[in-house]
């Protein structure tokens, strides 16, 4: 079971970026999936999860209004469109499934990460 993560990169603090994660099965269709972020130095941090059915949302108090979570459980993805950046968005972004809460410890799978940049 692999998930891909994808659209990562530099941009300058108010911009926007979107990332995109690809599960290699089905599996997760029918469970929350998610992302966390970690900034170096700092601990792995939750920033949004979307149940299975699409119809609960939930997000961190710090991106709230800035950054929406979407999936296709028809092409297995998961997305984070990301808007009004700042620097301390800045990290590596990992999509997971299972997502139970927003506890690392309630995360089943792990992505391999894409690295998100901020310029000020």
């Known amino acids: 079971v692999q998930l891909q993560a994808s659209g990562g990169g530099l941009v300058q603090a108010g911009g926007s970026l979107r990332l995109s994660c690809a599960s290699s099965?089905?599996?997760?269709?029918?469970?929350?999936m998610g992302w966390f972020r970690q900034a170096p130095g700092k601990e792995r941090e939750f920033v949004a999860a979307?149940?299975?059915?699409?119809?609960?949302?939930y997000y961190h108090d710090s991106v709230k209004g800035r950054f929406t979570i979407s999936r296709d459980n028809d092409k297995n993805t998961v997305d984070l469109q990301m808007d009004r950046l700042k620097p301390e968005d800045s990290g590596v972004y990992y999509c997971?499934?299972?997502?139970?809460?927003?506890?690392?410890?309630?995360?089943?799978?792990w992505g391999q990460g894409t690295l998100v940049t901020v310029s000020s």
């Open positions: 099965t089905r599996t997760f269709s029918r469970y929350a």
């Open positions: 979307m149940n299975w059915d699409r119809d609960s949302t």
């Open positions: 997971a499934s299972p997502v139970a809460s927003p506890n690392l410890a309630d995360v089943g799978y």
